[in-house]
């Protein structure tokens, strides 16, 4: 598998950040309404967060990033 470049990954990691966001709201306000969600907000920081974790694995490392 190719490895993304600093870009790419930043530009997925932000979009992974709009949709937790967007998830936590929906997740909140359906709880509001005294509906049950199936996922909790804890739930997606975690999941959006390991899918992060594995996005920077899989991203190309600066040569200079050390100096």
């Known amino acids: ?3 993304l470049n600093g870009h790419q990954a930043h530009v997925i990691i932000e979009g992974l950040n709009m949709y937790k966001d967007a ?3 929906e997740i909140a306000d359906a709880e509001a ?3 049950r969600p199936f996922m909790t907000q804890g739930f997606v920081d ?3 967060n ?3 974790k ?3 694995a899989n991203t190309k490392k600066d040569k200079f990033a050390t100096l």
């Open 1 to 3: 598998m190719k490895k």
């Open 23 to 25: 998830l936590k709201q």
């Open 33 to 35: 309404k005294g509906k």
């Open 46 to 48: 975690m999941d959006i």
């Open 50 to 52: 390991e899918i992060i």
């Open 54 to 56: 594995l996005i920077e």
